[in-house]
């Protein structure tokens, strides 16, 4: 064969300027450490309660989880979080909260620093699903990063499962889930299941009783080629 034979011209990428340390160019910014605008309670779509401190939103115990009020599917996301300090608390009631991709799954949020928990919970799972390749937490009060591939379940016409939800994290720089196959919406008692809904759906971030912090939230929206 000529090499010309084997050369794709079209259709050409389109361009997104990435520049060191900024946004990308396509990306939708969820938080950029000036208000909640973008987000809001999961009770009745009330105002976002918690609160914005030094360029941080910070958990607000006891007033419920957030959520976007726009909705996605198939995403990249980017999120760094910070875990409180002083230390309080061990096991799950140490720096606990998560990030619900479509509301439903959860990739747990956690100070598991020197904290041991059961693994299929701690910092870096599909909360009770899938266990992270490695512990790559920094202690508590330093910011860590979370960079995820998400793709979105798809369901037939009659409610059937066509391909289960997918995730690809990073934390830290470091892989701690690759392309791993979700079971379910994230469930505290029994086995996760799959139960239609729609396509697209809000991000959720979760109230759970500890004051972590988070800091430069954004996705970007991902068109991918049909899985063979």
Known sequence: MKPEETEVWTPVPPVVSAPAGAVPSDATVLFDGRNLDAWQSINGGAPAPWVVQDG?????????????????????????????????GNSQGRGNSGVFFMGLYELQVLDCYDNPTYVNGQTGSVYKQTIPLVNACRPPGEWQTYDAVWIAPRFAPDGSLVSPARLTVFQNGVLIQHDIRIYGPTIYQGRPHY??????????????????????IWVRELSLPPRN
Do not use: Y
């Open 56 to 88: 941080a939103m910070v958990v607000v115990p006891k007033t419920g989880d957030i959520m976007t009020k726009a909705s996605f599917g198939d995403i990249q996301l980017h999120l760094e979080f910070r875990e409180p300090t002083p230390v309080v």
């Open 195 to 216: 139960v239609p809904h729609a396509a697209r759906l809000p991000l959720e971030l979760q109230e759970h009783h500890n004051p972590v912090a988070f800091r430069n």
